[in-house]
């Protein structure tokens, strides 16, 4: 998801087969900074998908969720 704009009203969704998914990465900033990058690569590019995440969002939660449909 992508909010654009002054207001925020414009929002892009973008979805990705887990099939599609050939790896990811979470890099975490340290105890004290619970913001978080994740990172996924897609298959046929070399360039990967990075979102940014807050402390409201459990990082390990969907670092669990995707190994687990990604591998499964």
Wanted: aromatic share 12%; net charge negative; glycine share 8%.
């Amino acid at each position: 998801m992508d909010k654009q704009g002054i207001t925020g009203r414009k929002v892009e969704y973008h979805s990705v087969l887990y099939k599609s998914i050939t790896h990811f990465a979470v890099e975490t900033a340290g105890t004290f900074d619970l913001d978080a990058e994740l990172k996924i690569w897609i298959s046929g590019n070399p360039v990967p998908i990075q979102k940014q995440f807050n402390r409201q969002v459990d990082i390990y939660e969907v670092q669990g969720l995707l190994a687990h449909f990604v591998a499964g």
